[in-house]
Structures are given as structure tokens and as C-alpha cells.
């Protein structure tokens, strides 16, 4: 059994940045891809990006959504069983309820996650 918190959420102005945590608990947490999720009011959740088990001959591998490409960076903590979302030049657009997730296979998909947080608000403002 996986367990997840996220925290970090928060209010901030158009082009700054927040950074979202993600602690997780469970014997089982090291070999699980992790992945952020986010959904707006009256939209459907969306994936943000999502980073593998550590490998010692090729390290992480990540994947993001495009919207995120250049401007967020996923990382992992596996000593802490933490995972991170680093926003930068955040956008009003970028509102939403952040999820994190884990699954056993790297991807966009929402149906490979069986474990889910309970989200924490990010609110961007013009």
C-alpha cells in the first residue's frame, strides 16, 4: 500500500514560481514511477509529468505534458520517499488542484495510477 500528501499549494502572482512536495509512504515506494496530475474547475484532470524508479546506469528519466516542457521540472528524493514539482513563470492558466500519483510504469495516463494524493490548490493571479 502507497500513501500520498502533497503540499506547497498556494496563491502567487503571474510569472513567479512555487515549488510542490509530495511525501510518500509505503515499502514499495522506491519502484513506483511517480507522476503530477492537475485539474481546473470544469475540466478534465491533465497530466503535468511523471519520473521514474532510480537507475544507477542511466539515472532518472522524466516525461512531460507540453505545456509544461521548459517551465516545470519533476524530481524525486528517494532517501526522503519525496517528490517534487518545481513551477517557474507560472501562469493564471496554471490554476488548478495539483494530484500526485504513482504507478508501475512510466506514462500520461490516468488509468496506470492506482495511488493518488488529495490534491493541494494552486492559485495563479494576473
Known amino acids: 500500500q502507497v500513501q500520498l500528501v502533497e503540499s506547497g499549494g498556494g496563491l502567487v502572482q503571474a510569472g513567479g514560481s512555487l515549488r510542490l512536495s509530495c511525501a510518500a509512504s509505503?515499502?514499495?515506494?522506491?519502484?513506483?514511477?511517480m507522476g503530477w496530475f492537475r485539474q481546473a474547475p470544469g475540466k478534465e484532470r491533465e497530466f503535468v509529468a511523471a519520473i521514474t524508479p532510480a537507475i544507477s546506469w542511466s539515472g532518472f528519466n522524466s516525461y512531460y505534458g507540453d505545456f509544461a516542457k521548459g517551465r516545470f521540472t519533476i524530481s524525486r528524493d528517494s532517501a526522503m520517499n519525496t517528490v517534487y514539482l518545481q513551477m517557474n513563470s507560472l501562469k493564471p492558466e496554471d490554476t488548478a488542484v495539483y494530484y500526485c500519483?504513482?504507478?508501475?510504469?512510466?506514462?500520461?495516463?490516468?488509468?496506470?495510477?492506482?495511488?493518488w494524493g488529495q490534491g493541494t490548490q494552486v492559485t495563479v493571479s494576473s
Open positions: 509505503g515499502r514499495t515506494f522506491s519502484s513506483k514511477c
Open positions: 500519483a504513482a504507478a508501475d510504469q512510466l506514462s500520461p495516463e490516468i488509468s496506470h495510477y492506482p495511488y
